[in-house]
């Protein structure tokens, strides 16, 4: 079971290159999220899609943009990637249970901007 | 932005001691869940408490959500090698879209043969 996969797993970026994370689910879930996570500073909410067709600011969107292509797939786009912006990135599908969402996430892609 | 705090920060302790890591927010969650992260790998659910006062088992870990829903804690019961990882709490809040889900910055587990 492939569940929530990320690509690419590693990146080296310079100051200024754009680039697009990819994430799919194969789960039929109708919520997507994309975080980040740094040192000390636990995963903060980036973007989330709740349903097809939807996108919402979460925490820490600036830098950022997202598409939600379709109900599997939900990518992140660095315009303009920036030092701040290292970063290991995770994407998880959301499951709607009672009182709230679960979450399966991707093993993470591990950003270097230098 | 809702605050999840999560103590200890870091915890080393040796195989077969107990322990206890708390998570407490100033506001009422819908649910809330506790994730276990290992190196280099994503976050992964362990369980999701949803009711005032809830107490679930898996094996040697406990989890309580609180009376009033704003915090919940996690026991380990002779804890083991295996145990050690990063342990998430994460809520969805009352009165936020149910989709947004916000993460405490963890407690750091090392479990010492």
């Known amino acids: 079971n492939a569940g929530v996969t990320q690509t690419p797993k590693f990146q080296v970026l310079k100051t200024g290159q754009s680039m697009t994370l990819q994430c799919a689910q194969d789960?039929?879930?109708?919520?997507m999220y994309w975080y980040r996570q740094d040192p000390g500073m636990g995963l903060r909410l980036i973007y989330y899609?709740?349903?097809?067709?939807?996108?919402d600011k979460g925490e820490v969107p600036n830098g950022y943009n997202v598409s939600r292509l379709n109900k599997r797939e939900f990518s992140l786009r660095l315009e303009s990637a920036a030092p701040s912006q290292t970063s290991v990135y995770f994407c998880?599908?959301?499951?709607?249970?009672?009182?709230?969402?679960?979450?399966?996430f991707g093993q993470g892609t591990r950003l270097t901007v230098v | 932005t809702q605050l999840l705090e999560q103590s200890p920060q870091f915890l080393s302790i040796q195989e077969g001691e107990n322990l206890t890591v708390y998570c407490n927010s100033s506001?009422?969650?819908?649910?809330l869940q506790w994730y276990r992260q290992e190196p280099g790998e994503g976050p992964v659910l362990l369980v999701t408490?949803?009711?005032?006062?809830e107490v679930k088992k898996l094996k040697r870990l406990t989890f309580q959500f609180g009376d009033a829903r704003k915090d919940s804690s996690l026991h380990i019961t002779a804890a083991q090698p295996g145990d050690t990882g990063l342990y998430l709490c994460?809520?969805?809040?009352?009165?936020?879209?149910?989709?947004?889900?916000?993460f405490g910055k963890g407690t750091k587990l090392s479990v010492i043969p």
């Open positions: 789960m039929n879930h109708n919520s």
């Open positions: 408490v949803v009711t005032g006062g």
């Open positions: 506001s009422v969650f819908s649910s």
């Open positions: 998880a599908s959301g499951y709607r249970a009672p009182g709230g969402t679960e979450a399966f």
């Open positions: 899609s709740a349903s097809e067709g939807t996108t």
């Open positions: 994460a809520g969805t809040y009352s009165g936020a879209g149910s989709y947004q889900l916000t």
